[in-house]
């Protein structure tokens, strides 16, 4: 079994920092991309960034600028520090990953939990 576990969500003023985590944990054979997206009350989920094993990344328009993805492939773990935050980011943060267990050959995406960004203006 593969788990996702996020931490470092909080409430933060605007014009703030945060810096999420997320491990991989379980049975991993290999993980390729890793990535963030967001929801917030009422909108649908929102891609931020993703970030391949290579460490190509890619960002949603709305953080560009602000946000930077980066992961240490031997924990397994993907980060997100957001600068500059502002209201409009609040939002529960997921991570997601794609995941190759042991004695499997194939790819499936996993989810954490959640963590929950409140920005004050």
């Known amino acids: 079994q593969v788990r996702l576990v996020e931490s470092g969500g909080g409430l933060v003023q605007a014009g703030g920092s945060l810096r999420l985590s997320c491990a991989a944990s379980?049975?991993?054979?290999?993980?390729?991309?890793m990535g963030w997206y967001r929801q917030a009350p009422g909108k649908q989920r929102e891609l931020i960034s993703t970030?391949?094993?290579?460490?190509?990344?890619n960002y949603g328009d709305s953080v560009k600028g602000r946000f930077t993805i980066s992961r240490d492939n031997a924990k397994n773990t993907v980060y997100l520090q957001m600068n500059s935050l502002k209201p409009e980011d609040t939002a529960v943060y997921y991570c997601?990953?794609?995941?190759?267990?042991?004695?499997?050959?194939?790819?499936?995406?996993?989810w954490g939990q959640g963590t929950q960004v409140t920005v004050s203006s």
């Open positions: 970030i391949t094993s290579g460490g190509s990344t």
């Open positions: 379980g049975s991993i054979r290999s993980i390729n991309t």
């Open positions: 997601n990953a794609d995941v190759m267990a042991r004695g499997s050959m194939t790819f499936r995406t996993y």
